[in-house]
């Protein structure tokens, strides 16, 4: 089991896979522990970011195409970056660390965006109500954007990850 402490080394794991040192019960624990992390990730940040209600069923949309877009191209980049004999199990493992990567970025960026505009908030002085409204309608409409953006980043890093890891992996034998 000391192969899990290698998760975090996308190039160790990508030379185990290469010389067949990761079995399929070394797969299934890569497989569990992705997918623990990811619900972890994604709950955290539900209550991290919050969730704004169903007025933003627009926003959600266009975040689940992207989302979706990025999913099938970076499959297929990934798919032909291996010339590996099991495709499978190596994208189960080399998603684990892609994954804490990726999460750490869009949390990097969600984090960053929060900050600045909590002050841009406490920085200017509004003279009227209207114009304090009108500046926290734009700031909340940046804050979903930089959401959306945060997720693609997140998503697009994953991706390059474990399609470097594959590379590795598939070339190396």
Same mark, same amino acid.
């Given at each position: 089991? =000391?192969? $899990?402490?290698? @998760?975090?080394? $996308? ?21 569990? #522990? &992705?997918? !623990?992390? *990811?619900?972890?990730?994604?709950? $955290?940040?539900? +209550?991290?970011?919050?969730?704004? &209600? ?5 926003? =959600? ?20 970056? +291996? ?9 189960? !493992? ?5 994954? #804490? +990567?990726?999460?750490?970025?869009? /949390?990097? @960026?969600?984090? &960053? ?5 909590? /002050? +841009?908030?406490?920085? !200017? ?16 409409? #940046? ?7 945060? =997720? ?6 994953? *991706?390059?990850?474990?399609? !470097? &890891?594959?590379? $590795? ?5």
């Amino acid at each position: 089991m =000391a192969i $899990i402490f290698d @998760i975090f080394s $996308i190039k160790r794991l990508a030379r185990k896979l290469a010389s067949d040192e990761v079995q399929g019960r070394h797969a299934a624990v890569f497989l569990v #522990v &992705g997918n !623990v992390l *990811y619900i972890l990730f994604s709950n $955290i940040a539900v +209550y991290i970011f919050g969730i704004r &209600g169903s007025q933003y069923v627009e926003a =959600a949309i266009a975040d689940a195409t992207i989302a979706a877009l990025i999913t099938v191209f970076g499959v297929r980049a990934c798919y032909k970056a +291996y010339s590996g004999s099991n495709f499978i199990q190596a994208f189960i !493992v080399l998603s684990v660390p892609a994954l #804490v +990567y990726g999460t750490f970025l869009s /949390w990097v @960026i969600h984090l &960053g965006l929060r900050y600045a505009v909590g /002050w +841009y908030g406490k920085a !200017v002085i509004f003279t009227t109500e209207e114009a304090a409204n009108a500046s926290m309608a734009n700031a909340y409409k #940046v804050l979903e954007g930089g959401a959306m953006f945060a =997720a693609a980043a997140g998503l697009l890093s994953f *991706y390059y990850l474990v399609r !470097v &890891g594959l590379k $590795i992996a598939g070339n190396t034998k």
